[in-house]
Nanobody
Framework: QVQLVESGGGLVQPGGSLRLSCAAS????????MGWYRQAPGKQRELVAA???????NYGDSVKGRFTISRDNAKKTVYLQMNNLKTEDTAVYYC??????????WGQGTQVTVSS
């Protein structure tokens, strides 16, 4: 059974940084993509950043230039470095994994709160 375990969320002041990690276990198939989505209260879940196995990346418009996604394929772990955080980045961040058969898996979510 696939499990995605996220860590690294918390409370940070505007302009600060956080690094999220997501480790996948129980994966017995080829991973196509790993990434991060977020959901703020009253809003739909949205893409933050994703990376396919070949290394190509895709970022949400609101985080371009501030967030960086990276991945350790051997460890089946994806990271999200978040810099210059803004209050509007406050949300629950979810790790996502897609197989080459486009099966979707989600982590339990980690809260990121940006507040002074």
């Amino acid at each position: 059974q696939v499990q995605l375990v996220e860590s690294g969320g918390g409370l940070v002041q505007p302009g600060g940084s956080l690094r999220l990690s997501c480790a996948a276990s129980g994966v017995t198939f080829t991973i196509y993509e790993m990434g991060w989505y977020r959901q703020a209260p009253g809003k739909q879940r949205e893409l933050v950043a994703a990376m396919i196995s070949g290394g190509s990346t895709n970022y949400g418009d609101s985080v371009k230039g501030r967030f960086t996604i990276s991945r350790d394929n051997a460890k089946k772990t994806v990271y999200l470095q978040m810099n210059n955080l803004k209050t509007e980045d406050t949300a629950v961040y979810y790790c996502n994994l897609k197989s080459t058969a486009f099966m979707n898996y989600w982590g339990q979510g980690t809260q990121v709160t940006v507040s002074s």
